[in-house]
């Protein structure tokens, strides 16, 4: 019996040291670039990061949650009229239907340590009201983290030009995925 209430003092100092800390994102610092590929090339852009924490224990990263501001998506390898003309395609019901969907969420949490810095994640992103499971890595230096995705937009109901549902396309196809950098500062 006395071996049975150490252990249990034993795990109740354990879990009693357990300390969970929520650490909010500081949006204007933080960062997503996105990058979507087709047949003749690529296009880059910027998203904003409306809201969002990471939540550490004892001193470890434990998961997040996060929500884009997609009124944000911007292009920046065109200028002038061709930015504005994919911007606004982009935003279209062909693409991520910002009207009707003024956000998108990511809440994470982590599998496992991937080294000192770096954990597994699994989570779920919500897009056009779609919500899927995501797996990615996610780095943390200091106050600092980064982490990369790869997105498939057909699983959000973004066919337009997509191979995998229009056949014949040629040099007008754009590819499926399409990928994520987040660079966050809390």
Do not use: C
């Not at 606004?88 to 000192?116: M, P």
């Amino acid at each position: 019996m006395k071996k049975l209430s150490v252990s249990i003092f034993a795990l109740v100092m354990a879990l009693g040291s357990i300390t969970a800390q929520e650490k909010k994102v500081n949006t204007e610092a933080s960062s997503i670039e996105w990058k979507g590929y087709k047949v003749t090339g690529s296009h880059t852009g910027t998203l904003a990061i409306k809201e969002g924490a990471l939540v550490f224990n004892n001193d470890k990263l434990s998961g997040g949650e996060f929500v884009v501001d997609m009124t944000t998506l911007t292009v920046t390898d065109l200028e002038g009229g061709m930015k504005a003309k994919l911007e606004g395609h982009l935003k279209s019901d062909d693409f991520f239907s910002v009207e009707k969907n003024t956000s998108s969420k990511l809440v994470f949490t982590i599998d496992s340590a991937e080294g000192k810095n770096a954990y597994a994640a699994t989570g779920n992103l919500t897009i056009k009201g779609i919500t899927k499971p995501v797996s990615f890595v996610i780095s943390v230096y200091g106050s600092k983290a980064t982490a990369s995705l790869k997105i498939d937009r057909t699983d959000y109901d973004i066919q337009y030009r997509s191979g995998s549902f229009i056949e014949n396309l040629g040099d007008k196809a754009i590819y499926d995925d399409f990928d994520l950098v987040v660079d966050l500062e809390f």
